[in-house]
């Protein structure tokens, strides 16, 4: 990444994220262990599965919950994220599904995946860097392939510091899904369809699912 806009800037965000995320691994696995609680979510989920054709790769994957969930719904899956330990975790509770460490602006620009999921991932991403990621991601998708990407509704982003008495802190981005679309469609996506629903359990803003298809 060396010599890009916004490359130095980026290399800063992801050692940030992973550090903070290897610190929270195990809590994190404790808390969103299960698949997602809510019935919204799953319907978008299967959606994706039911019009997915492999393979198929969930960027920021975390302890893998969504993508062991996609891959019992029969989808060819695998899962990369920046933390090793989440890694590790993911391995650990579903060894069944193959897991990597790896970042999702690494992704071979080779077209060649029939699907890419970022269940609550861009939303580290700074601001001025989203665009360049959705075109990262449409050199990875095949047209006529999917997307499919979650994050919490909002303009304020808010910062966990030493949550849960680690030594660390990260900005967690709110996003308008308008803004989203515009992204995605300026890299090479069209909309197929969105959901953006209340607050459930501790959730305290709203949140969005955006499903999207690669421009053939
Ligand atoms: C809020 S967690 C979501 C985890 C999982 N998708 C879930 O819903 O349980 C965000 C995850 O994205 C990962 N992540 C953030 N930026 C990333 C990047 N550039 N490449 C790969 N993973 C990244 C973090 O390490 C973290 O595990």
Same mark, same amino acid.
């Given at each position: 990444?060396?010599?890009?806009?916004?490359?130095?800037?980026?290399?800063?965000?992801?050692?940030?994220?992973?550090?903070?995320?290897?610190?929270?691994?195990?809590?994190?696995?404790?808390?969103?262990?299960?698949?997602?609680?809510?019935?919204?979510?799953?319907?978008?989920?299967?959606?994706?599965?039911? +019009?997915?054709? #492999?393979?198929?790769?969930? %960027? /920021?994957?975390?302890? *893998?919950?969504?993508?062991?969930? !996609?891959? =019992?719904?029969?989808?060819?899956?695998?899962?990369?994220?920046?933390?090793?330990?989440?890694?590790?975790?993911?391995?650990?509770?579903?060894?069944?599904?193959?897991?990597?460490?790896?970042?999702?602006?690494?992704?071979?620009?080779?077209?060649?995946?029939?699907?890419?999921?970022?269940?609550?991932?861009?939303?580290?991403?700074?601001?001025?860097?989203?665009?360049?990621?959705?075109?990262?991601?449409?050199?990875? +998708?095949?047209? #006529?392939?999917?997307?499919? %990407? /979650?994050?919490?509704? *909002?303009?304020?982003?808010?910062? !966990?510091? =030493?949550?849960?008495?680690?030594?660390?802190?990260?900005?967690?981005?709110?996003?308008?899904?308008?803004?989203?679309?515009?992204?995605?469609?300026?890299?090479?996506?069209?909309?197929?369809?969105?959901?953006?629903?209340?607050?459930?359990?501790?959730?305290?803003?709203?949140?969005?699912?955006?499903?999207?298809?690669?421009?053939?």
């Amino acid at each position: 990444m060396v010599g890009e806009p916004g490359g130095d800037v980026r290399a800063d965000v992801v050692s940030e994220v992973r550090t903070f995320y290897d610190a929270l691994a195990e809590d994190y696995d404790g808390m969103f262990r299960e698949e997602p609680s809510s019935p919204l979510a799953r319907a978008m989920l299967g959606a994706f599965a039911e +019009v997915v054709d #492999g393979p198929v790769t969930e %960027v /920021g994957c975390g302890p *893998g919950r969504v993508t062991a969930y !996609l891959s =019992r719904s029969g989808v060819s899956i695998a899962g990369i994220d920046l933390s090793p330990e989440m890694v590790r975790i993911a391995r650990r509770e579903h060894p069944s599904v193959p897991f990597e460490v790896g970042s999702m602006w690494d992704l071979p620009g080779d077209a060649g995946l029939g699907g890419l999921v970022a269940w609550y991932s861009i939303i580290h991403t700074p601001d001025d860097e989203l665009g360049a990621l959705f075109t990262r991601f449409a050199r990875a +998708v095949r047209p #006529g392939g999917w997307l499919l %990407v /979650g994050f919490q509704v *909002g303009d304020e982003p808010l910062l !966990l510091e =030493r949550p849960l008495g680690h030594d660390v802190s990260l900005e967690f981005r709110r996003l308008r899904p308008e803004r989203v679309v515009e992204l995605m469609v300026a890299a090479g996506f069209e909309l197929s369809g969105q959901l953006v629903r209340a607050p459930e359990g501790r959730e305290v803003v709203p949140q969005a699912l955006l499903l999207a298809r690669r421009v053939s």
